[in-house]
Nanobody, 126 residues
Framework: VQLQASGGGLVQAGGSLRLSCEAS????????IGWFRQAPGKEREEVTY????????HYADAVKGRFTISRDNAKNTMYLQMDSLKPEDTAVYYC????????????????????YGKGTLVTVSS
């Protein structure tokens, strides 16, 4: 049972990347999903999350209008499309899934997330 993130890399400012996160051992469609990030020397930040039942999505102000979370239930995979990237978006990005949206609403310091994937590094050069 795991989440496996991929798609990180080096991109110039203004460019785009799409991160993928494949779930194995459980059905992603049953879970709310989200992405976190942590930049060097900074605290973990909650980037976005999607409520599986209500269909609502929350974005951090820093990424609103530039990032889009999505999922493909047939592939058991979630995505984070990142456009208009900025150097301050440089961080390790982590995908997560939880049966309860409240786990995401609790904020980035909540440590009870059901599944938390290994990170993928995104570096945005100026």
């Amino acid at each position: 049972v795991q989440l496996q993130a991929s798609g990180g890399g080096l991109v110039q400012a203004g460019g785009s990347l799409r991160l993928s996160c494949e779930a194995s051992g459980f059905d992603l469609y049953r879970y709310s999903i989200g992405w976190f990030r942590q930049a060097p020397g900074k605290e973990r930040e909650e980037v976005t999350y999607n409520d599986n039942y209500k269909g609502t999505t929350h974005y951090a102000d820093a990424v609103k209008g530039r990032f889009t979370i999505s999922r493909d239930n047939a592939k058991n995979t979630m995505y984070l499309q990142m456009d208009s990237l900025k150097p301050e978006d440089t961080a390790v990005y982590y995908c997560a899934a939880d049966r309860l949206i409240e786990s995401f609403e609790a904020g980035p310091n909540y440590r009870g997330i059901d599944y938390y994937g290994k990170g993928t590094l995104v570096t945005v050069s100026s």
